[in-house]
């Protein structure tokens, strides 16, 4: 039932921007779309945000830091995302459990089964329908987010780690989605952001049909 479509990437590869962009495009084309991100997206998700990405802290311990990450995770799927998906609409997430293998798994050296029998726990296992990799070399992503233009940008505790955390992390991405590449469309994310949203249109148009018949639009939702 429903679609359910992800955003991955390194920082500033312009998830944030795309999964709006095409989340507008969706509803302007009659769609019923829930778009949200990770960590957060609920009243409860948001406060553990706070704590996973505060830049006050520091110590936090590894362990703790991937179950925060899917507490959140659990939060999102079971208060927002099932309902949405039962109910015929489509999701857009900014991040979900691939930035936990990204990210503490590839980035900081977590046991990847671990990572993944804790996600599993926390999902239920729910994998996402799609998922559009805005691939970007992470020093131009980093570049983005410091340049002035985008000083309304969050700069987190996660963006802070060095460099080589980074690329880490952008070959977890490479891995992750040479992996399954039925589900992973890889998209070029240093183009322009109008390129880059017309190409991410298109390449959702197969997953749009396959689902056909498990979504709803809104015109058809509100006919009794
Ligand atoms: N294709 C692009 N070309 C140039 N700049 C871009 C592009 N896409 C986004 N940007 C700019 O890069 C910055 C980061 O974009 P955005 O917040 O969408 O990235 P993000 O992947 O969500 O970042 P984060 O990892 O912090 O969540 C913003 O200032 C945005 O305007
Ligand atoms: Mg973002």
Same mark, same amino acid.
């Given at each position: 039932m429903g679609l359910f479509i992800t955003f991955e990437g390194s920082e500033g590869c312009g998830k944030s921007t795309q999964a709006r962009l095409l989340a507008e495009h969706l509803r302007s084309v009659g769609y019923q779309v829930s778009h949200v991100r990770e960590p957060g997206g609920t009243a409860i998700g948001d406060q553990i945000?706070?704590?996973?990405?505060?830049?006050?802290?520091?110590?936090?311990?590894?362990?703790? @830091?991937? *179950?925060l990450f899917s507490?959140?995770?659990?939060?999102l799927v079971n208060q927002i995302i099932r309902?949405?998906?039962a109910a015929g609409g489509i999701v857009?997430?900014?991040?979900?459990?691939?930035?936990?293998?990204?990210?503490?798994?590839?980035?900081?050296?977590?046991?990847?089964?671990?990572?993944?029998t804790v996600t599993t726990k926390a999902t239920g296992g729910l994998v996402p329908h799609v998922t559009i990799w805005l691939r970007i070399d992470p020093a131009v992503g980093l570049r983005r987010k410091l340049h002035p233009d985008a000083s309304a940008i969050e700069w987190n505790r996660l963006d802070a780690h060095e460099l080589a955390f980074h690329q880490r992390v952008a070959h977890g991405y @490479?891995? *992750?989605?040479?992996?399954d590449p039925t589900r992973w469309v890889t998209c070029d994310a240093e183009q322009s952001i109008e390129a880059l949203a017309a190409h991410i249109r298109t390449s959702v148009l197969p997953f749009l049909?396959?689902?056909?018949?498990?979504?709803?639009?809104?015109?058809?939702?509100?006919?009794?």
């Open positions: 945000r706070s704590i996973v990405l505060g830049m006050q802290n520091t110590e936090i311990d590894p362990t703790a @830091e991937s *179950l507490a959140s995770r659990a939060q309902p949405q998906l857009i997430c900014d991040r979900y459990a691939d930035s936990t293998y990204a990210y503490q798994g590839y980035g900081l050296g977590r046991d990847l089964a671990d990572l993944r @490479e891995m *992750l989605a040479n992996a049909h396959a689902a056909h018949g498990a979504i709803s639009s809104v015109t058809e939702r509100t006919t009794p």
